[in-house]
């Protein structure tokens, strides 16, 4: 595949599967050996069966998530991501009990592809900034006055 088709490939993943919730996509785009690196994720995630998993933990938490796709770069059989995603907190996440905030992220990400299917996939996104918006980790203002009190 061309580095172009590459990248219509990859934005199947934010656009269809996490914006839309049609996980049937995976089949379609990812590799069965599929591997994700996710630093909240340290055991990682292999295979279509876990992506799906993956996937759906994150829209039960944020069943309107929407990704905004910001910018797409290929070379070879790498393509690179930055995205925007939003959602409000209606669900469990990591055991944090809904909130009702509305969640605002950025990220990027690292795809390999192979033969037409996604094999790999580094994903970087700011969590911290997650768990700030849910009011679950204090910005660093808040601990400065918790300091003075």
Do not use: C
């Amino acid at each position: 595949m061309t580095p172009e088709e590459n990248k219509e490939l990859v934005r199947r993943d934010p656009e269809e599967i996490w914006s839309e919730g049609n996980v049937d996509v995976v089949d379609e785009i990812y590799a069965e050996d599929f591997v994700l690196h996710d630093p909240s994720s340290p055991d990682g995630t292999r295979g279509r069966e876990e992506y799906r998993e993956y996937v759906a933990a994150y829209r039960d938490a944020f069943p309107d998530a929407d990704y905004a796709v910001e910018e797409l770069v290929a070379e070879g059989d790498a393509v690179a991501m930055r995205y925007t995603a939003r959602g409000t907190h209606e669900g469990e996440l990591m055991g944090i009990e809904p909130t009702g905030e509305e969640v605002t992220v950025t990220g990027m990400e690292l795809y390999h592809v192979d033969d037409g299917k996604i094999t790999e996939m580094w994903t970087n996104y700011d969590a911290l900034g997650v768990f700030r918006q849910l009011g679950v980790v204090p910005s660093a203002d808040e601990l400065a006055e918790q300091e003075d009190d």
